[in-house]
Structure formats: C-alpha cells, structure tokens
C-alpha cells in the first residue's frame, strides 16, 4: 500500500513540474509579422502572440528557428506552438489551431511591371524561372506541380537573384517583399502579380492543454473585436 501511495505521488509530482514548464512558443522571420531576432520592432504578429499570452497570462519561452524546424518542433513536442502558420488541408490535422492572427497575399514578382501584367493565372509562369523561399508551403506545392523553381534558403536571396540572367520572377509574401525591398534599398515592380490569400495562426501540439487553447483563443476574439488585430493587408 506504501509503495502504491509513493507511486501515486511520484506521477502527481511528474504531472505537475510538466504543467508548470513555459510554453515553449517557435517563431521565425517573416516581416513585417515577425523581423529578425534582436530588431527592437519585433513586428505586428510578435507583439500580438506576446500580447495574448500576457493576457491570459500563460507563461513562455519564445525561441526563433527555421519555419520548417519550428513547425516540426510544434508537431512533436509538448507544450510547443509556432506561429505565423498558414492553415491548409495538408497540415490540418497535426495541430491545436489558435487564431487567425494575420493575413498574408502571395504575389510574383517581375523584373518590372510589364512581366507581371503579362500574366493572367499562376499557371501562366509554369515555364518560367521562379526564385522561391524553401520556408513557403508554397514552394513545395509549386514544385510537385512541375513548376521550373530556383529555392533558396533565405528569404532575402530571392530579391537579389532576380535580377540574374534567366531568372524571370520572385515569389514572395507581398508585405514580406516591401519590407526587405525597403530595407536593402532595391526598387521593386509596383505591380505584382498576387495570385494567393492565406490566413495566418498560431500552430499548436495537439496535446495542448485544452484550458490554455481556449484562453488563448478568447483573447484573440476579443482583440479582433475591438479592432486590436486587424485582418488586413494594410
């Protein structure tokens, strides 16, 4: 009976010091919703993640990694959600979803505004040289559907590869590119061809624990209703 009791408490004791750790809360660059590691300006969907969870006063631990490791790490992990994520069929399944936080338009760019007005459906690029960010869900897709895609591992290179030989246009977030075109003072086409709308969250392990999903999600409905988070591009 005395060992049954030790084991009773041992399990309770494990239980608790589990539930007491911080979320674990993976993030990566996507600016202007999230700028680089470090940037006092931490971007609109960092402050509204910290924001939420201030106010529901959960605690956590932010950590910035490659989106690819930080939404593996959210899948697998206890405890650990990952944001800004893009909600699709193919992902749907693995995690607690909590949001939406922000919206994001994916666009081609040309080497001006005449190569983008040039086309009229996503398909039109099919055989051209696309520059594209491995960090995109996207580029996977495009890719598996025959697309011709040079990847890159940043999102700043793409910017700079187009204006390589061959290479006909970037893909990239519409608000990520003015941001990084600003930034590294490169002239941009003022007129993309935009082609995609996506909704972003916060992706949870699916073992979350349900009291904290729903605070969390409280929160954001409240914000979203007294216009504290705006979906919108502006």
């Known amino acids: 009976m005395e060992s049954r009791c030790t084991l009773i408490v041992t399990l309770l004791c494990i239980s608790f010091l589990s539930y007491a750790e911080p979320l674990q809360l993976n993030t990566f660059f ?9 940037n006092p300006n931490s971007g609109i969907t960092h402050h509204t993640i910290t924001e939420i969870f201030h106010r529901a006063k959960i605690d956590y631990d932010m950590r910035y990694a490659p989106k690819a490791r930080a939404l593996k790490s959210a899948k697998r992990r206890l405890n650990t959600c990952s944001f800004p994520i893009s909600r699709s069929q193919l992902i749907e399944a693995d995690f607690v979803w909590i949001g939406p936080v922000a919206i994001s338009q994916y ?3 040309g080497k001006d505004a005449s190569d983008s007005n040039a086309l009229f459906s996503i398909r039109d690029a099919i055989n051209h040289k696309i520059v594209a960010y491995e960090g995109y869900a996207l580029t996977q897709l495009l890719e598996d559907q025959g697309y011709n895609l040079l990847i890159t591992k ?10 390589r030989e061959g290479v006909d246009y970037w893909l990239s977030d519409t608000r990520s590119a003015a941001t990084i075109a600003r930034d ?6 003022p007129s993309p061809f935009i082609f995609l709308t996506e909704i972003k969250y916060l992706a949870c392990n699916k073992d979350m624990q349900t009291h904290d999903a729903v605070k969390l999600q409280n929160e954001i409905d409240t914000m979203l209703s007294n216009g504290e988070i705006r979906m919108s591009l502006m």
């Open 184 to 189: 590294l003072e490169v002239k941009l086409s």
């Open 107 to 109: 666009a081609l760019y």
């Open 154 to 163: 940043e999102l700043e290179e793409g910017i700079k590869m187009l204006r």
């Open 30 to 38: 996507s600016p202007p919703l999230v700028n680089k590691e470090g």
